[in-house]
């Protein structure tokens, strides 16, 4: 760049300023990274969540279980291609800090139902005939070095067993793979409902939630209505919603965190447009001669608005860079949460969100300055010098 050396030279006239400045943005945008993958977090899957599957849950609760006896009824609905079950287990495993997914499924129907989670075929097949197997996600198994064969004990907090008390033991006969998917079993820990259904001591027959494919996602309401329609005033009325939404309202359930991270964002990167345009301010007047000077020597209005314009981008760039590399870093660690954000990783598309706040932001501090600048009189600037 011609002027570059007259930029920098600009930037660093207040050293100080200019660091503590340059820090401030750097906090910003390391909590924008952060704050932005926390919220993508606590989305669990929303955003990939599949446009042909519904959920049926309890219309009072999703806590609440629904017959078994469901499933043949939803399956004969036309429109609907397959069906399955899951219920949450919600064990503990070694100390209640260590959480993460327990679900108890359909083998088969629900890796059908979901083929974007892969298991090797070996391996279902050593699941499907072993009563007490599970299998793990292959990051879950990597977090607490799992192994296949390994004797897993988990603690039932909402069944106990008839037999072994509130222990249940589990065989780790595989580890599957649920490639970029995000929700609760992308970093968890399956086993069969034939085990929990025939061991726990209450119970029996009720499952969490049902899975509906459907042939024809542009007919999810109509199908959905169905089914709520076939079981209304039972003694367990159903509530069916798309996947995005079922994902949603369980996310939704400790608050809107969309919501909140975005006015924390808000706060911050305004305070931050106010820093930066001060200090952008401060310079700029500090330097009226000089630029009174530059009209002088035949630089137009357009080319000290370049300058401005470059000095602040050149600021803002710097410290929101360094944010969003520091924010990137702290994010590849891992879940600091030990689990309970599978999900945790910094998207390309919030990258990319980062990068356009940086342009905005110093376009944004720049402008006052440099709308002084292009009023500036040069007779009136070198009189006051």
């Known amino acids: 760049m011609k002027f570059g050396p007259l930029v920098w030279h600009n930037l660093w ?15 910003a945008f390391l909590l924008f990274g952060l704050l932005m993958t926390i919220r993508a977090a606590f989305s669990m899957g929303v955003d990939v969540a599949g446009l042909d599957r519904l959920m049926v849950i309890h219309k009072t609760s999703l806590i609440m279980p629904l ?15 397959a069906v399955t079950h899951n219920s949450w287990f919600g064990g503990i495993y070694q100390q209640p800090s260590n959480f993460f997914a327990q679900i108890a499924l359909e083998p088969e129907a629900y890796f059908a139902m979901y083929p974007e989670y892969r298991l090797p075929p070996d391996q279902m097949k050593a699941w499907l005939a072993d009563r007490q197997g599970a299998v793990a996600n292959k990051a879950l ?42 929700g609760m079993t992308s970093e968890g ?31 999810s309401r109509e199908v959905a209505v169905a089914i709520d329609d076939m079981f209304a005033n039972s003694s367990a009325e159903t509530k069916t919603t798309t996947e995005k939404g079922f994902a949603e309202g369980f996310a939704n359930q400790i608050g809107d965190v969309g919501s909140i991270m975005t006015a924390i964002l808000a706060a911050v990167l305004f305070t931050i447009l106010l820093v930066v345009g001060n200090t952008m301010a401060q310079a700029i007047r500090e330097r009226t001669s000089e630029l009174a000077v530059l009209k002088t020597l035949g630089f137009s209005n357009a080319a ?3 300058l401005i314009l470059s000095e602040s981008l050149l600021m803002v760039g710097a410290g929101g860079l360094t944010g969003l590399a520091l ?6 660690q891992g879940d600091p949460t030990g689990g309970f954000l599978p999900s945790f990783a910094l998207a390309n598309r919030d990258i990319g969100i980062g990068l356009v706040v940086i342009a905005a932001l110093a376009a944004a501090a720049a402008l006052f300055p440099a709308a002084g600048a292009m ?10 010098a």
Do not use: C, H, M
């Open 189 to 219: 820990f399956l086993f069969r409902y034939d085990y929990l259904d025939e061991a726990r001591s209450q119970g029996e027959g009720l499952v969490g939630w049902y899975i509906v494919k459907i042939a024809d996602p542009d007919r």
């Open 141 to 182: 198994a990597e977090r607490f070095g799992w192994k296949i064969g390994d004797r897993i004990p988990i603690q039932g907090t909402i069944y106990d067993n008839g037999r072994s008390g509130n222990t249940w033991e589990f065989n780790l006969v595989g580890i599957y793979d649920s490639g970029t998917s995000a």
């Open 304 to 306: 000290v608005v370049v």
């Open 375 to 384: 009023r500036l009189r040069i007779t009136d600037a070198l009189r006051k």
């Open 327 to 332: 924010a990137w870093f702290i994010v590849q």
């Open 13 to 27: 006239r207040r050293r100080i300023r200019t660091i503590f400045t340059l820090l401030s943005i750097t906090v």
């Open 67 to 81: 017959p078994e006896s469901y499933q043949a009824r939803v399956q004969a609905l036309p429109g609907v291609e």
